[in-house]
């Protein structure tokens, strides 16, 4: 696998590296309550499926382990924060081609009790690698993969617990096009998505207004899928992941990272990691812009985050 950072940084930025994580992880899924972020499921480097959960602490770079969940080990899951409760849920547990392999749980939980609640199961079968937005009462969830690529997208009403179907008005052709593995959150009380992998790494950025999606500018630089990304209260940033030019090219692992600003459609080019990661994490705390864990470029579990200031 190659790694793609030739290009200089447009920022003058400081990578700092975080305590390593007793148990690193790939295809985890993180969020951020009070300050603090939580690591869930994932594999570890044998390839076994996890459902614990863990707490990384910026204040005194520690990591504690929460426990087991009452949730299937898997990979792929999603997650979103609303008034401090973590929806979570869907990702993918066994092989591919089978159907109770893409799993349709939904689940509250309450980092401050540890309260978990099963909520009502996700409407279809498209949930490895689904993207969630956060509104002012509900949720977004859709853009999983099951079998083929789609593009189906869901609104979860959280006051009554009910999935809606969300009918976006785009065409078999149209913009923006189905994929795999994109990456997307809400910033600004907007929500944009883009990346992914449809026959091959793509590019695409667009906003979603709960109805409809507009298209913005290109996520500039390779073209990726398994990215990651996070927002702060101004910026969007979207880091490494894995380049395919087509469906018999070799991989070319990323390790860099971008920052959208949606307030003029504009990216700039921020930092380069220390090495490339797909199927990571990426988490914001504050001002801290946190990315790692996930895998490097020989396909080795990172046990590090990587952070700097905004």
Known sequence: MLLSCSQQPELDVTLHESAVMPSP??????????????????????GMYLNDLWCYDPATDEW??????????????????????????????????????YLRDWWEYIPATHQWTQLADYPNEYTDCATCFVGENELYVGYGFFW?????????????????????GVSF???????FG??????????????????????????????????????????????????????????AGIHYGGITTDGEVLRDIRRYNPEDDRWTYVAVLPQGLINHNCFAIGKRVFAGLGENEDWKINDKLYWFEE
């Not at 083929?148 to 976006?168: E, G, L, P, Q």
């Open 25 to 46: 992880r790939a295809s985890a899924v993180s969020f951020v309550v009070d300050d603090k972020a939580y690591v869930f499921a994932g594999r570890d480097s044998s």
């Open 64 to 101: 504690t382990k929460i426990g087991a969940s009452p949730m299937r080990a898997r990979v792929n899951a999603t997650a979103c924060v609303k008034d401090d409760k973590v929806y979570i849920g869907l990702g993918f547990q066994g092989k591919h081609g089978r159907d109770t392999s």
């Open 148 to 168: 083929n690529y789609r593009r189906d997208m869901f609104r979860y009403d959280i006051a009554t617990n009910r999935w809606d179907s969300i009918d976006v």
């Open 173 to 179: 052709q149209g913009y923006p096009t189905r994929s």
């Open 182 to 239: 994109g990456t997307g959150c809400t910033c600004q009380k907007r929500h944009f998505m883009g990346t992914g992998y449809y026959r091959q790494s793509l590019d695409w950025w667009a906003e979603f207004d709960g109805q409809h999606w507009s298209k913005r500018s290109a996520v500039p630089g390779r073209a990726r899928t398994l990215a990651a990304s996070t927002a702060t209260n101004k910026y969007i940033y979207v880091t």
